[in-house]
Structure formats: structure tokens, C-alpha cells
């Protein structure tokens, strides 16, 4: 099957700086990225839809300054998480659509100290 | 809005079947999909079913699907202990806009 890669797999960060996460698609081109959060023992949350070369569409109650999504190319999707908090330490997964299916990425653990 | 609810948690031993189960409450759901997500790691995609059938197996996997009463479940024969980790089912509404996932259920194989 296709393949979504995350980068990075772990970061720790002190509080107030900004994290970046990227997240590609391997062999296949991805017109819509999507960005999950994930407490721990809970389900996948959807942050976010990124569509190529337009703004992303935000669920209700994400902070769209503080989550920002960027979906540069077709292979390509990248979340800052800007000035974070303890509270902002989650897994986040990313997932690409391709001719209907979606792929995960294998996540990325946010430690924010 | 859309929920989708699993048991917590399933222990069986090695061999045995095991049997997760997931309701949904849209009805215009088109896709009703499997996942299964290991400690640590992504989501791998398992099955998945129309919603216009009512059963689908493949290899050890059975998946059931009641829409009438919107229940879905998931069949593992022959369980072994690798199978042991987080499974989620989803559903995809009409206009395939996004996935909704279960609660997630937590499956322990024993020896």
C-alpha cells in the first residue's frame, strides 16, 4: 500500500517554542492531507483538512493560530505547533487520501517541557 | 453530530476468537472501516466495508454489518498475540469529507 512518512518520530521542546512536523506521502501524490490528535488511550481527534495549495479547514474549537498547517506541494504537509504548552504534548498523526483511501503517517510524540 | 462508540477493552486467549464491537449513529454512512494502531505507531488500515453489504471476510477477518441497528463488528479467528493492540473502527459520511473514529477498543492476547 502507499506510504506516509512523519518526521519527526519524537521532540521535546521547552515551553514557548515553535514545533514543526512534516508529513509526506512516499509514492503517490496527496490532493488532502488530514492532521489527528491523539490523547493517550483516546481516539483520534481530527484537527484539521489540508487541501494543496489552499488554506486548511479547521474542526471546531482547534486554534488555527496556533495549529498551522501548511500544504505546499502534493507530497507534502507540515504542522507548526507555534509557542507550545504542556498542554499541547500529544501524539499527532497525519494521513493522506489517495483514490479514496486514507494512509497514516506512524505519528509524532510531542513532549512539551 | 457523528459518534461512533467501541468497548474498551477485549481479553482473549491465543486461539480463541475474538469479536469488537462499534455503533455508529450516522446513517448516511457510506464506508465503515477497521484499523488497527500497534503501541506507538500509525494507523494500519485492516478492512473495510459499503455500506450496501452486510458482510465481508477476508483471510482471519470477518467484519458484520447491522444497519438497520448501525452495528458493526470485527471477527478475528484463530487470535495470536500479535494481534494484541488498539483497534478503531471508522466511518466515512456521504460526500467522503472525513473519517470518524471509534473510541477505539483494546485488545489483549494471552498465551
Known amino acids: 500500500g502507499a506510504v506516509v512518512s512523519q518526521h519527526p518520530s519524537r521532540v521535546i521542546c521547552k515551553s514557548g517554542t515553535s514545533v514543526k512536523i512534516e508529513c509526506r506521502s512516499l509514492?503517490?501524490?496527496?490532493?488532502?492531507m488530514f492532521w489527528y490528535r491523539q490523547f493517550p488511550k483516546k481516539s483520534l481527534m481530527l484537527m484539521a483538512t489540508?487541501?494543496?495549495?489552499?488554506?486548511?479547514?479547521?474542526e471546531q474549537g482547534v486554534e488555527k493560530d496556533k495549529f498551522l498547517i501548511n500544504h505546499a506541494s502534493l507530497t507534502l504537509s507540515t504542522l507548526t505547533v507555534t509557542s507550545a504548552h504542556p498542554e499541547d504534548s500529544s501524539f499527532y498523526i497525519c494521513?493522506?487520501?489517495?483514490?479514496?483511501?486514507?494512509?497514516f503517517g506512524p505519528g509524532t510524540r510531542l513532549t512539551v517541557l | 453530530g457523528e459518534d461512533v462508540e467501541q468497548s474498551l477493552f477485549l481479553s482473549v486467549r491465543e486461539g480463541d476468537s475474538s469479536v469488537i464491537n462499534c455503533t455508529y449513529t450516522?446513517?448516511?454512512?457510506?464506508?465503515l472501516y477497521w484499523y488497527k494502531q500497534e503501541p506507538g505507531a500509525g494507523l494500519q488500515l485492516l478492512t473495510y466495508?459499503?455500506?450496501?453489504?452486510d458482510m465481508k471476510q477476508d483471510q482471519r477477518l470477518t467484519v458484520l454489518l447491522n444497519k438497520k441497528d448501525k452495528h458493526l463488528s470485527l471477527r478475528i479467528a484463530d487470535t495470536q498475540t500479535g494481534d494484541s493492540a488498539i483497534y478503531f473502527c471508522?466511518?466515512?459520511?456521504?460526500?467522503?469529507?472525513?473519517?470518524?473514529f471509534g473510541t477505539g477498543t483494546r485488545l489483549l492476547v494471552s498465551p
Open positions: 494521513s493522506a487520501r489517495a483514490e479514496g483511501e486514507q494512509f
Open positions: 509514492d503517490f501524490q496527496a490532493t488532502t
Open positions: 489540508s487541501n494543496e495549495g489552499s488554506k486548511a479547514t479547521y
Open positions: 450516522d446513517s448516511s454512512s457510506t464506508y
Open positions: 466495508i459499503f455500506s450496501n453489504m
Open positions: 471508522a466511518e466515512m459520511g456521504t460526500g467522503f469529507q472525513k473519517l470518524v
